[in-house]
């Protein structure tokens, strides 16, 4: 695998906080190197303005986000993803569609910030938690030396990945 960009379709149920986050994320944190994409079995139609919020006090370009169901990834004219995380459980248990090109994936499951009932501190501070393990995981992907590693190790480092909480 050695694409000049690897592009990286992040899945959740609704699509409106953890998989937009992650997208705004790579989108940055890739450098030019990785490209990413969001969305969801049952997307909600919004982005949550908490995860817009959050992303824009942390100087993330929020233009382009919005919330859209995976079928778009799945059409024949749709970028070619190399790999697709799912950020949540729900969406992990579902019947994915079929990916053109067989990309990898694996399970990078989250804490839904958006499920937070409380104060606005409270949500807040769910979101931010939810943003700093995106973040350290993503961080950990656009670092991996994906052109060195053959396809096993490729695929449980990114199912390791998954595991990393903070």
């Known amino acids: 695998m050695n694409p000049s960009i690897y592009n990286v379709l992040f899945i959740c149920t609704g699509n409106s906080a953890r998989s937009i986050m992650a997208e705004a994320l790579l989108n940055q944190l890739g450098a030019g ?25 942390n100087r993330y370009k929020t233009g382009q986000l919005r919330s859209k169901n995976w079928s778009e990834f799945a059409a024949p004219d749709a970028p070619q993803m190399n790999f697709v995380l799912t950020v ?3 969406a992990a248990g579902e019947v994915c569609p ?10 990078w499951g989250v ?45 449980q480092e990114l199912k390791d990945i998954g595991l990393v909480r903070s």
Not at 47 to 53: L, Q, S, T
Not at 120 to 147: C, Q
Request: hydrophobic share 35%.
């Open 33 to 57: 190197r990785f490209r990413g994409y969001s969305a969801g079995s049952h997307p909600a139609g919004h982005v949550n303005p908490y995860a817009i919020e959050l992303l824009e006090r």
């Open 88 to 90: 949540c459980d729900k």
């Open 98 to 107: 079929v990916w053109p090109g067989q990309p990898m994936s694996a399970h």
């Open 111 to 155: 804490e839904d910030p958006a499920a937070v009932k409380g104060s606005d501190d409270v949500i807040s501070k769910a979101f931010t938690d939810t943003f700093m393990v995106l973040n350290r995981r993503i961080t950990l992907l656009t670092t991996l030396p994906i052109e060195k590693l053959d396809k096993l190790k490729l695929q």
